[in-house]
């Protein structure tokens, strides 16, 4: 089965300083994998994703993700924290035709930047 | 464009009642999705209609029924509300296949007691 595994309930970041969430997936084939973003009381906001070609994607607000075969990862990065984006972050990986290419997500990390 | 719109934003019910949640796109996407969130769970797929006209189970159906109005909407039925169906609701859309982008409407947080 599709699926993925965010290890860190919660990431703990200064400002300033470099970010890493991190997601690992275990799929079979080629993986097609997201990353969201959840602000409070707000639904999900696509930031990235990655089918094919280079290993690092470049997304929304700044954030990349690195793409690992070897390592069956795909964190999240960001070179330098803001205090706006603490939010919880969701990696996803996509379905077969037979669940009609939903996402299958992980149980999402907590990041809080602090000043 | 407004995107993915949910209604209500917001709902209290008591065991045993009955709701609809709505749900309406206007990206003229193809499929559509209801996911569940409870804390510490992600997200978990309700149900999922491919195109118009198909509706089928995703990984926690029960307690939950489905219509594809039409192409823009997609409605998610609780018959008779249960207290372990109080969740915040998302709905999702999508033009068709791989490696599509979903997106989500605001949610509807429902508690049951």
């Known amino acids: 089965a599709q699926s993925v595994a965010q290890p860190e309930d919660q990431v703990n970041v200064a400002e300033g300083n470099p970010l890493t969430v991190k997601c690992t997936y275990s799929?079979?084939?080629?993986?097609?994998l997201f990353w969201y973003v959840q602000y409070p009381n707000r639904g999900l906001q696509f930031l990235l994703k990655y089918i094919t070609g280079d290993n690092l994607v470049k997304g929304s607000y700044g954030f990349e993700a690195e793409f690992n075969k070897s390592q069956t990862s795909f964190h999240l990065k960001k070179p330098s924290a803001l205090v706006s984006d603490s939010a919880l972050y969701f990696c996803?990986?996509?379905?077969?035709?037979?669940?009609?290419?939903?996402?299958?997500f992980g149980k999402g990390t907590s990041l809080l930047v602090t000043p | 464009n407004a995107g993915v719109t949910q209604t209500p934003k917001f709902q209290v019910l008591k065991t045993g009642q009955s709701m609809t949640l709505q749900c309406a796109q206007d990206m003229n996407h193809n499929s559509m999705y209801w996911y569940r969130q409870d804390p510490g769970m992600g997200l978990r797929l309700i149900y999922y209609?491919?195109?118009?006209?198909?509706?089928d189970k995703g990984e926690v159906p029960n307690g939950y029924n489905v219509s594809r109005l039409n192409k823009r909407e997609f409605s998610l039925r609780l018959e008779s509300a249960a207290p372990s169906q109080t969740s915040v609701y998302f709905c999702?859309?999508?033009?068709?296949?791989?490696?599509?982008?979903?997106?989500f409407g605001p949610g509807t947080r429902l508690t049951v007691l």
């Open positions: 209609s491919a195109s118009e006209g198909t509706t």
């Open positions: 799929v079979s084939g080629n993986p097609y």
């Open positions: 999702a859309s999508s033009l068709q296949g791989p490696p599509d982008t979903q997106y």
């Open positions: 996803a990986v996509r379905l077969n035709s037979n669940s009609g290419y939903a996402l299958n």
